[in-house]
């Protein structure tokens, strides 16, 4: 099956963690079920498609195991436990895509994909580590596991101590081609979850894993690009992009062009913490070919892919 438009939908954490409830896997899969809606409404239009999603209070937890455990089971790298949270999360939403399609009478394969993504080794964000992982700890514990265990900490606001680990920026996935093919045969494919596992090329040419993490949304606008994709649907907490946000003068936006929202992200519009990184992606994917971006809430990801909801970011 071939279809005239291809999406790449980011999932946001809201779509399989949301704040305030008991992280089990019972709820997980609850909440996973409940956010297909619009993924499920865009096969029905006839998209082919990519999904991926973030993995942060997932890779939390397992870091948590891995402290829990420690001197009783072997200890396990970044690179491995965000390998572990994307094939978990992956058979999550492809499980439950699965059944969901057989419910609506729609005969579409869904497979996920574990993705590596290629860093450069020498990207400096390598060295200055910014992305806050795991555990709050006191002052006093952050200062022991630094000096014991080598881990780069940091105060994380007024909320304690965190460990803190370098986040590059993508090039490419190991697995574009396999991905680009599955997609282009109307094969759903789940892949790049959690920004997928940061590799880099050693002296020798092999892959070699790297402990960091890749925003998700960078991720995805990487996959976009490499799978032809007309539309990047950022799927978040709020139905727009505002300017000024927060403040009696706040202006949503509907539609803009890459170039004005450039204009935006420099004036300082889009915290770092916040929208920053969303917008950044949705420029990269832009200015590398892409014809749109939306950025909208789950529940609106069919309206937004097809231009009719959200704030739509648009090549200039």
């Not at 399609?101 to 993504?117: A, D, G, H, S, Y």
């Not at 997928?196 to 892959?207: A, M, Q, S």
């Not at 995805?220 to 799978?227: F, N, P």
Request: aromatic share 6%.
């Amino acid at each position: 099956m071939k279809s005239m438009k291809t999406a790449v939908l980011a999932l946001g954490g809201n779509a399989i963690t949301q704040p305030g409830q008991e992280d089990t896997i019972a709820r997980q899969f609850a909440n996973t079920r409940r956010s297909l809606d619009g993924i499920v409404e865009l096969v029905q239009e006839g998209y082919n498609l990519v999904v991926t999603h973030g993995n942060g209070p997932q890779v939390g937890n397992a870091l948590l195991r891995c402290e829990l455990s420690r001197g009783m089971a072997p200890d396990l790298p970044l690179g491995v436990l965000v390998a572990d949270t994307e094939g978990g999360m992956g058979y999550m939403i492809e499980q439950s895509l699965q059944n969901r399609l057989r419910k609506e009478n729609i005969e579409r394969p869904v497979v996920t994909i574990i993705t590596q993504m290629l860093v450069d080794k020498n990207d400096p964000a390598i060295k200055n580590p910014t992305k806050f992982i795991g555990q709050f700890y006191s002052e006093e514990e952050a200062h022991i596991f630094m000096e014991s265990r080598g881990w780069r900490m940091k105060k994380d606001v007024d909320r304690g101590w965190r460990r803190v680990v370098a986040s590059p920026k993508p090039l490419s996935s190991v697995q574009s081609e396999t991905i680009k093919m599955l997609v282009q045969n109307g094969i759903i494919v789940v892949a790049g979850g959690g920004g997928g596992i940061p590799v880099y090329i050693d002296n020798h040419g092999n892959y070699e894993g790297l402990d960091a993490v890749i925003d998700k949304d960078f991720a995805s606008a990487v996959l976009a690009k490499e799978v032809g994709a007309d539309v990047l649907a950022i799927l978040t907490a709020v139905e727009h992009v505002s300017i000024n946000f927060g403040k009696s003068d706040e202006i949503k936006i509907e539609e803009i062009t890459a170039s004005e929202m450039k204009k935006h992200l420099d004036d300082g519009q889009f915290p770092a913490g916040s929208m920053g990184p969303k917008v950044r992606a949705a420029l990269k994917f832009l200015d590398e070919g892409g014809k749109m971006v939306v950025i909208t809430s789950l529940e609106h990801a069919k309206q937004g892919v097809m231009g009719q909801f959200g704030t739509r970011i648009i090549a200039d």
